[in-house]
């Protein structure tokens, strides 16, 4: 199977810092993804990154893969208090069923 | 395009019971996949269905079950249910199995389930 932890497993930052979280897994993997989940609702689609793929930008979003290291990181910048939700990754690879992790806590104060 | 629909949205059940939850998936869709979420174990993979077949299994006991018709619905059983149960499950759709080949899955609201 395919799991990714998330680290750190939480972090609180001001309004308008930025907000960086890594996310480590095991096995080779077609592509990357992170999701977004607010308080007890389903999880969002954030951005996906294939595997040959480093870095993806999607508005304020910046995902980094490196592959050799098996990581990736997830950036938003110019944080907002909406931006409050926990995010995970999913490593997707092949036709293996995929976990995730406890994901990080993200809490941007006002 | 209309997006993965579970329900109910809320459900409160006794100990004992059994329950059923359903997951409809993004038109065209034909992977659904069924995770449980609880505070203390995070999100955990329970199954994985394809054209109607079983293609992935989590290690939960067989109290859970599910199943997938022939227009992509999916449903999730839980037979004798314990306070345990008590959580919130997602269900993801994605075109094909696994997730593979760079496609997003997608994930409905989820179903909170109270078991008291």
């Known amino acids: 199977s395919q799991q990714g932890e998330e680290d750190p497993q939480a972090l609180s930052i001001q309004e308008g810092e930025n907000a960086t979280m890594n996310c480590s897994y095991k096995?080779?993997?077609?592509?990357l993804q992170w999701y977004r989940q607010n308080s007890g609702r389903g999880l969002v689609h954030l951005i996906l990154?294939?595997?040959?793929?480093r870095e993806k930008h999607s508005g304020r979003l910046r995902v980094t893969l490196d592959t050799s290291k098996k990581s990736s990181s997830l950036l938003i910048t110019a944080s907002r208090a909406a931006d409050t939700a926990s995010y995970f990754c999913?490593?997707?690879?092949?036709?293996?069923?995929?976990?995730f992790g406890t994901g990080t806590k993200l809490q941007v104060i006002p | 395009k209309a997006g993965v629909t579970q329900t109910p949205r809320y459900l409160i059940k006794t100990r004992g019971q059994q329950v059923t939850l359903s997951c409809s998936p993004i038109?065209?869709?034909?992977?659904v996949s069924w995770y449980q979420q609880t505070p203390g174990q995070g999100l955990q993979f329970l199954f994985e269905?394809?054209?109607?077949?079983?293609?992935n299994k989590g290690n939960f006991p067989g109290r859970f079950s599910g199943r997938q018709f022939s227009n992509s619905r999916s449903e999730m059983n839980v037979s004798t249910l314990e306070l345990g149960d008590s959580a919130l499950y997602l269900c993801?759709?994605?075109?094909?199995?696994?997730?593979?080949?760079?496609?997003?899955?997608?994930f409905g609201q989820g179903t909170r389930l109270t078991v008291v």
């Open positions: 993801a759709s994605s075109p094909l199995p696994g997730q593979g080949a760079n496609t997003e899955a997608f």
């Open positions: 096995t080779s993997i077609n592509n």
């Open positions: 990154i294939r595997s040959n793929e």
């Open positions: 999913a490593p997707f690879g092949g036709y293996q069923k995929v976990t």
């Open positions: 038109s065209g869709h034909r992977s």
């Open positions: 269905y394809f054209s109607e077949t079983q293609r």
